[in-house]
């Protein structure tokens, strides 16, 4: 009778809404990580410090724009993922899945908001009539702090991402929809990612030394269960 259950409770049969929905999971992790490399590393990284000037911004407008552009992409495709595992996990618990969906589109919702500093950037070095009375310097120097605020909003969003994130790896756990210690370590990577950008919000000076070890365990586990997914699929 145990061994019933315990069967019963964590191995669950699967729908083809489920297969499918395993699948878009599977492919939107790898697109979003590709995007998401070029959108929320390499294009903040090309303004390192506050002795940008204007014209380095401007020189740079439309690398500005298209990362604007492809971050809302990402917003668009984590909606649509955070949709795809509630539709993949629900039969596992209903409650659970409708939280990790809710707080990956609160994470949806916070970096949607914080795109706009690309665009705040651009409207305070292009000369709009807006900001003629701030001299070249001021309005560099405003840019510069519009885009440190584009990193602390990326890190506001991140804690929303592992929160979620974690909720899910740990149905995908219960479920053995994909190998326990792949879902194992989504939980901790996951939980990691939500603790570890609390501290960098509070304490700014440990970003460097932080950041590094958040995202190498989060790579492993949605690099796994990105390509397990798409090419397996679940059983």
């Not at 479920?175 to 989504?186: C, T």
């Amino acid at each position: 009778m145990t061994d019933t259950v315990e069967t019963t409770e964590t191995i669950r049969p699967v729908d083809t809404a489920q297969r499918r929905a395993a699948r878009v999971i599977g492919a939107l992790y790898l697109v979003l990580m590709a995007a998401g490399v070029f959108a929320q590393i390499y294009v903040p990284g090309t303004f390192p410090g506050a002795d940008d000037t204007a014209q380095r911004f401007l020189d740079h407008e439309r690398l500005l724009r298209v990362g604007a552009a492809v971050d809302l992409l990402c917003d668009v495709g984590d909606a649509a993922l955070a949709v795809a595992y509630f539709v993949l996990l629900r039969k596992v618990s209903w409650p659970l899945a409708a939280l990790g969906a809710f707080w990956r589109l609160a994470q949806v919702a916070v970096l949607a908001a914080y795109t706009l500093t690309n665009t705040v950037v651009l409207q305070l070095v292009s000369g709009a009539d807006e900001v003629r009375a701030l001299d070249p310097d001021q309005a560099a120097a405003l840019a510069w702090v519009a885009t440190s605020a584009h990193t602390v909003g990326y890190s506001i969003g991140l804690v929303f991402l592992g929160l979620g994130s974690t909720v899910f790896a740990y149905l995908l756990y219960r479920s053995r929809y994909v190998p326990r210690w792949l879902a194992g370590l989504g939980v901790v990577a996951s939980a990691l990612l939500a603790t570890g950008s609390l501290v960098t919000i509070a304490f700014p000076e440990a970003t460097a030394v932080v950041n590094p070890a958040l995202y190498a365990p989060m790579f492993v586990f949605e690099m796994t269960t990105g390509v397990l997914l798409l090419v397996r699929g679940v059983r």
